[in-house]
């Protein structure tokens, strides 16, 4: 079974950095564009920042400047590095693995995990 497993949230103080990471197994990672969603309670879940499988990245424009995704095919991770984090960057942080072959789209999340930004 298809496993994504997300890690490195937390409490951290506005202007404060944290980094997530996702670990990914079976499923062949580095033919999948990775992706951070996010969702605030009361809001629809976003995306935040994503990495193709040939490495071009784009990110939502709320945290440009501040986070940064990479990925290790290598190790099946994808990292989120947030820093000058603020009060509305927290939410539950999803990890996303997509892939389209064959026509179609198969997609893969995590089960999240909580970024609070409070003082």
């Known amino acids: 079974q298809v496993q994504l497993v997300e890690s490195g949230g937390g409490l951290v103080q506005p202007g404060g950095s944290l980094r997530l990471s996702c670990a990914a197994s079976r499923i062949t990672f580095s033919t999948y564009d990775m992706g951070w969603y996010r969702q605030a309670p009361g809001k629809q879940r976003e995306l935040v920042a994503a990495i193709t499988s040939g490495g071009s990245t784009n990110y939502a424009d709320s945290v440009k400047g501040r986070f940064t995704i990479s990925r290790d095919n290598a190790k099946n991770t994808v990292q989120l590095q947030m820093n000058s984090l603020k009060p509305e960057d927290t939410a539950v942080y999803y990890c996303?693995?997509?892939?389209?072959?064959?026509?179609?789209?198969?997609?893969?999340w995590g089960q999240g995990t909580q970024v609070t930004v409070s003082s």
């Open positions: 996303n693995a997509r892939r389209l072959a064959f026509g179609r789209t198969t997609s893969y």
